[in-house]
């Protein structure tokens, strides 16, 4: 601020500044009724009219009242309008801001003008100090703190409406989301500084510069969107007390939290409410609304952590451009304590009490949000809020120790988990058996990709020939605006011949475990079809979940090719197939595509390759067990083994131990007698007739069962 008078001065960055950040509030509440802005939805939250007056309040109280014999617009207004500053006396408890009917918002207005005529004319004096001119910026930044805050209560308040109105036709301040990159970025760590060290603006918590030790880490490049966290509502997260902080799990339990905040599920899946009102959840949206304990909780599942502020302030510092939505889109929680840096000093003055009295009990979040005021955040800025509240626009960015190639997903980890649980349990039992699924990691999708390939395997290419034919006349039945859902879908090959064939589909939904598989899948068929809408599922398709909302309001095409129906046991085919109708609807068609029972030699040449490929693939889950769970196989002591099980009606596929050994997983000793077989797929080859009967018992009815030329297979259309 200059020393001369500014009066006439029309270019006065301070005076633009001012005039420009108080428009922001008033802009807000525009269409917003009286009613709007009067009401209190919680006492965390205050009414739309006391922050258009106590932002006012705050130049008044700590700029404006600095000077000698400065006379009050209202001295009233003093103590209804004084958030938390003890030092300038009495105040109106904060749960009881929504009982202030009066002022009314007139009178409000009528302050907040008043306020920038008296606030201009301190401006144009032009004889602000160092400390008045810092109390000036952060009477700025105050209010920038109140328009998101405004926004935050706004939301609660509508959310708790009956009515669920759209405060605004769009959200205020959305910008596009930045697209995902993929990935962690990987820091050495190190002594490291953190902190402001006194260049521009900074509040007082965000400083003093200070080194900080950090080991190696990693930070995800992208924030935790909607579809991941869908992944851990279906994954039980809400349910399972290990993942939880103990004060996580009590309020989980006390508050019936099963998503969140504003989330609710329907027939048509998840919605939730904006400030545009209800909306169906967008899968690839960064997920918002969570509470600290909820990101902790879902950090373990995916088995990664939250970062240190000190790692997301390090990380992107070092290499900004490495993250998607690091600013604008949801402050993200962090493990660290809300606590002073070493060497803190409060502001002097009232603006004491501003940060430093809160300084336990809440965590740091760091970034910022859509609804943050442009020009309002910063790399060190740290936002904090109790560890249960989630009213904020807030979400989480995952953090791990290290950054293996394999740490490319949010589910990653919590696959990891239930993969060492499955494999256990399937070990510890006799004959040892494991689940075909835990066969497709990255390396174990390709391997398939090389064996659909083999001149031995014959299943992919008559499939595909067979499909090619029936195709058409199948996709004619879809109808309009119709959602093809694949179960499995690895690499998507086949799907290009139905999307050919039916090329006015609304979506399609990929479903697959391997996420690397799925991934690759997905972009590829997107290069390939841009105008198609594309929602790929990480999961299991044996625990299935919802549909992402709004993908189409046609029939939901089931497809189900690859014969890989023949790996499910009987009840768990059976079970499936029920899951899958209740999924897709009483409209629903599904394309199943099985392998037909022949001869044996046949069989067995195309799961016993003379390449080796497939033993690779059958191996590649002991490599897996050694990679992801430490198992220590010896994977060259195992034999790939494939055998025509006559009685069952399947071909086997089996890993033989070449020698008597034992491996040691968690404290556990599994051992392994010379010739004993651990039972890794089974490949059921149906009839027309057992295909019948498995639709039957699954409540599906067959109205077209083709088959191909030798060595067969068959597409059966069911309808539900
Ligand atoms: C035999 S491949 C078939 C791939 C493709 N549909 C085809 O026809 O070529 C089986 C696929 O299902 C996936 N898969 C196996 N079990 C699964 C499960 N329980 N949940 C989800 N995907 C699974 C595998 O990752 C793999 O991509």
Redesign the pocket.
């Known amino acids: 601020m200059k020393a001369s008078s500014r009066e006439s001065d029309q270019t006065d960055p301070d005076l633009e500044a001012f005039e420009a950040v108080r428009a922001a509030l008033p802009g807000l509440a525009q269409g917003l009724s009286a009613e709007d802005l009067a009401a209190q939805s919680m006492p965390d939250c205050s009414p739309g009219k006391w922050h258009l007056a106590h932002s006012s309040w705050f130049f008044e109280a700590m700029i404006l009242a600095d000077t000698p014999g400065y006379a009050p617009v209202d001295p009233r207004l003093q103590t209804l309008f004084n958030s938390y500053y003890e030092a300038l006396g009495a105040r109106v408890e904060r749960h009881e801001r929504g009982l202030m009917t009066r002022p009314s918002l007139d009178e409000v207005m009528a302050y907040r003008r008043e306020i920038d005529r008296r606030m201009t004319a301190w401006l144009s004096e032009g004889r602000a100090d160092a400390r008045q001119r810092y109390l000036f910026t952060l009477g700025l930044h105050h209010e920038q703190q109140h328009q998101e805050l405004f926004l935050m209560d706004l939301l609660n308040l509508m959310a708790r409406s009956p009515l669920e109105p759209a405060a605004y036709e769009v959200e205020p301040r959305t910008r596009p989301v930045e697209p995902a990159k993929g990935g962690f970025s990987r820091f050495e760590g190190g002594l490291v500084e953190i902190g402001h060290d006194g260049r521009g603006f900074a509040f007082d918590n965000e400083g003093p510069a200070h080194r900080v030790w950090l080991e190696p880490y990693a930070l995800a490049n992208d924030l935790v969107a909607n579809g991941d966290w869908i992944g851990f509502i279906q994954d039980g997260g809400y349910t399972r007390a290990e993942l939880w902080l103990s004060d996580g799990w009590a309020t989980v339990k006390a508050e019936g939290w099963e998503a969140p905040l504003y989330w609710r599920r329907d027939d048509n899946g998840w919605t939730t409410m904006t400030l545009a009102g209800r909306t169906p959840v967008d899968p690839a949206a960064p997920v918002r609304h969570i509470s600290f304990y909820e990101a902790d909780a879902f950090s373990r599942w995916a088995g990664k952590r939250l970062p240190t502020e000190a790692e997301w302030e390090h990380a992107v510092r070092c290499r900004p451009e490495a993250f998607s939505n690091a600013f604008g889109e949801v402050w993200q929680w962090t493990a660290s304590g809300y606590a002073p840096y070493p060497g803190f000093r409060p502001t002097e003055g009232t603006a004491a009490e501003y940060n430093g009295k809160f300084m336990a009990n809440q965590m740091v979040l760091r970034g910022s949000s859509f609804a943050t005021a442009e020009g309002h955040a910063r790399v060190g800025y740290r936002n904090f809020f109790y560890p249960q509240q989630r009213w904020a626009f807030m979400g989480l960015r995952l953090a791990g120790d290290t950054a293996p190639a394999s740490l490319t997903r949010a589910t990653d980890g919590g696959e990891t988990a239930r993969f060492r649980r499955d494999l256990l349990a399937g070990l510890s039992r006799s004959p040892k058996v494991a689940s075909?699924?835990w066969l497709?990691d990255a390396e174990g999708?390709r391997l398939?990709e090389d064996i659909?390939r083999l001149p031995e395997y014959y299943p992919?290419r008559q499939e595909a020939a067979l499909l090619r034919e029936v195709a058409p006349r199948w996709a004619a039945r879809f109808g309009p605006d119709a959602v093809l859902v694949e179960?499995?879908?690895?690499?998507s090959?086949?799907t290009r011949i139905v999307l050919d064939a039916a090329p006015d589909l609304a979506a399609y939904v990929p479903?697959?475990?391997?996420a690397d598989?799925l991934d690759l899948a997905a972009r590829r068929v997107a290069e390939d079809y841009p105008s198609l809408r594309i929602e790929p599922l990480v999961?299991?398709?044996?625990h299935l979940g919802a549909l992402p909302a709004g993908t189409g309001s046609g029939r939901r095409i089931g497809f189900f090719?690859?014969s890989?129906i023949g790996?499910l046991e009987r009840d768990e085919a059976v079970a499936f197939l029920k899951a899958a109708r209740g999924l897709l609807g009483d409209d629903a068609l599904f394309v199943l595509g099985v392998d037909l029972a022949k001869d044996p030699a046949v069989l067995v040449a195309a799961y016993d390759d003379a390449a080796g490929v497939t033993a690779a693939f059958n191996r590649n889950l002991l490599v897996r067990a050694n990679r992801e769970i430490g198992a220590g196989f010896d994977v060259d002591a195992f034999a790939h083994r494939a055998v025509w099980n006559a009685a069952a009606s399947r071909m086997e596929m089996h890993l033989e131990a070449t020698r008597e050994m034992a491996i040691e997983v968690e404290g556990r000793r599994i051992a392994f007698a010379r010739g004993e077989t651990i039972h890794t797929e089974s490949s059921r080859k149906y009839t027309e007739a057992s295909v019948r009967e498995l639709a039957e018992a699954s409540g599906w009815r067959v109205t077209a069962f083709e088959s191909g030329p030798a060595p067969s297979v068959a597409l059966a259309l069911l309808e539900a």
């Open positions: 075909p699924k497709y999708s398939f659909t992919t179960f499995g879908s690895g690499a090959e086949k479903i697959d475990i391997s598989a999961g299991d398709f044996l090719p690859g890989t790996n």
